[in-house]
């Protein structure tokens, strides 16, 4: 039996974590000699890279002094909640690294509490002490603080803390003494994280994940739990809903590297592969054929916003895009379905849209960027909270948000957390930076990130997570300015927007193509105001002074695919096409509009 360790990583979002699986690998002697060094290896799909966040989970394994060690790096985001709480399963213990000028933020504590209460054996690794004004022993405290708040056992509490520098490749016991490797961290991994317990019996297997292959289809990843799995083996797949379904394995496959490599049997507590088995879903049961018995599905936190999707409908629709149906759309939402836990799709009264439900702005919009990139073309409606009625009180999902920011801007930014029905919990300073903590309706978060920069010249860093329901917290005003529609369908000429640039701010440049309905920029008062920006100037041989003079426009307002979710109100939409975003009212005739406002 090969000696095992199952270890998931978990931490914040820049934290550090996909470069120390990097260095990792290196330590493993996954690469030749001379080969390039890995950079963010992990984050291998184009938006993790771009983003320079971790969405997906996944596994590698590297071999050291005659130990396998299984490798699942997680995601940092709460958004991506779902991810994590279905490959905890797989491990033994975890790793959590933490900033050590930061401390644990709350999106540490969210994933953290996930692992203690499966019972992981945490290792502490306090990463970047290389940083100027890094505090690690108050970090190290914090972090014991922490665990103690989530109830963690006597022997978590107990854990070994490794202090090190990721980026400069080097991980020591005491941080005074940098060291020239990582050995020290692959050491304390071999020493404190226990070794998966055999257990002997009928095969079990729980599918926490699925791969896709052309050739085979869909494959279950997951770790044996008890007994064996035998290549070409009779098994029953216990599914969801209590039903069985007889099947066979066609191939097993362990984790080797930075692939899979083919093995005739896996022992329980390795982590693997199965290929063959048809219609499983993720928190199904591989079992016995003769004697099945199903171990407890994945619990999931409930999802906190929903947002309509519906078809493209505008006057542009299908120039972009190579899927535009709803039979297109929907068979991609089911797909999505398959392995992204923490979404609902749920019909609605019409054939051609769908209510989507999901942990957060970051969680849909990142399915929406996906499809876009797939070749899709969908339009989307502003994100709502769910709200429940629970003993017979409308309630609402309330988050805790942290925002960590300069001194001089703290007191417009608790002006506008407030505003928002945000209730402060805490306020530290830390080296001319305040640090604030609120409790605050996930309504209020919508839009609040912009309008946080803005307010603070970019150098706030904002986090939150779900913290629980509380008793509906009245109305919270939003965006107050009107929009600038767009009165005809044409082409945006200068002339145009530079006589109307005292009405407001521009989305949209010179020479572009609009239509009618289509929102062009932002009134700089209430209501809604319909321009014409397709007039070009008459010309004429006549010449007057002061009316040829140069155009000078003011660059338009650039939204990224959250910021335009944020920003829609009730009545528009944000169209997404492969190659544009456009927003625009829902109903795109003026005259219509005013029908149904009366």
């Known amino acids: ?16 974590k996909t470069t120390l699986v990097d260095k990792m690998l290196l330590a493993g002697k996954l690469f030749r000699e001379g080969q390039a060094e890995p950079d963010q290896f992990m984050d291998n799909n184009d938006l993790e890279r771009e983003r320079g966040i971790t969405i997906l989970a996944k596994n590698v394994s590297i071999n050291y002094k005659d130990y396998k060690i299984n490798i699942i790096d997680t995601p940092g985001h709460a958004d991506f909640g779902g991810e994590v709480e279905r490959v905890l399963n797989m491990a033994d213990g975890c790793l959590l690294l933490v900033d050590a000028f930061e ?47 989530l109830d963690a056992t ?3 509490l107990d854990f070994p803390t490794i202090y090190g520098s990721a980026k400069q490749g080097w991980m020591s ?25 055999v257990l002997e019996g009928t095969p079990q297997m729980l599918i926490t994940s699925l791969d896709f292959s052309k050739y085979v ?9 008890r007994g064996e799995l035998k290549e070409g083996q009779e098994v029953m797949l216990c599914k969801r809903d209590g039903s069985m379904v007889k099947s066979k394995i066609k191939e097993v496959d362990v984790f080797e590297g930075l692939g899979r490599t083919k ?21 199904e049961t591989i079992a016995d054929v003769n004697e099945p018995e199903a171990l407890p599905t994945i619990a999931i936190d409930e999802p906190t916003m929903s947002m309509l999707f519906t078809i493209n409908n505008s006057p542009f629709f299908g120039k972009d895009g190579k899927f535009v149906t709803s039979r297109h759309i929907f068979e991609r939402l089911q797909k999505e379905l398959d392995k992204n836990l923490a979404l609902r799709v749920v019909p609605t009264d019409s054939a051609d849209s769908w209510l989507v439900y999901g942990r957060g702005v970051l969680h849909l ?23 429940k009625e629970i003993d017979g009180v409308k309630c609402e999902p309330v988050e805790q948000l942290t925002i960590n920011l300069p001194e001089e801007s703290s007191s417009r930014i608790i002006d506008m957390v407030t505003k928002r029905k945000g209730e402060m919990t805490m306020m530290e300073s830390k080296n001319d930076r305040m640090h604030l903590e609120f409790n605050i309706p996930s309504r209020g978060i919508i839009g609040l990130n912009n309008a946080v920069l803005t307010a603070s010249a970019g150098e706030a860093i904002m986090a ?21 529609i767009a009165m005809e369908t044409g082409t945006a000429f200068a002339y145009a927007l530079n006589n109307l640039q005292s009405r407001g701010r521009f989305f949209v440049a010179p020479q572009e193509e609009v239509y009618a309905g289509q929102v062009v920029g932002e009134h700089t008062k209430e209501g809604d105001l319909v321009v014409n920006v397709t007039k070009s100037k008459k010309l004429t041989n006549m010449r007057a002074s002061g009316s040829d003079d140069k155009v000078s426009l003011a660059p338009p307002i650039v939204f990224s695919l959250e910021d335009a979710l944020e920003y829609i109100k009730g009545d528009e939409y944000v169209e997404i096409t492969p190659n544009n975003m456009r927003m625009r009212k829902i109903i795109l005739d003026e005259t219509e509009r005013k029908r149904q406002g009366r």
């Open 173 to 197: 016991t005491d941080w005074k003494e940098p060291k020239e490797d990582i050995l020290a961290l692959l050491d304390a991994i071999i020493e404190y994280i226990p070794e998966p317990k």
């Open 154 to 156: 006597e022997e978590q």
């Open 464 to 484: 939150h997570r779900f913290l629980e329901y509380q008793p509906w917290k009245g109305d919270i005003e939003r965006r107050n300015n009107g929009s600038i």
């Open 365 to 387: 919009s990142v399915l929406i960027e996906t499809m876009r990139r797939e070749g899709y073309e969908l339009q989307v409606g502003q994100p709502q909270v769910i709200i």
């Open 103 to 149: 401390g644990p933020m709350p999106q540490t504590r969210f994933v953290l509490q996930k692992a203690i209460q499966l019972g992981l054996k945490p290792i502490v690794v306090i990463n970047k002490v290389d940083k100027p004004n890094c505090r690690p022993s108050e970090v190290q405290e914090m972090v014991f603080e922490l665990m103690f708040s």
């Open 263 to 283: 093995v005739s049997s896996v022992q329980s507590g390795d982590i693997c592969a199965v290929i063959g088995i048809e219609g499983f879903e993720i928190g």
């Open 217 to 225: 289809g869909r494959i279950a990843v997951g770790r044996v739990h």
């Open 1 to 16: 039996m090969q000696k095992l360790r199952n270890i998931a990583i978990i931490a914040h979002v820049d934290h550090g």
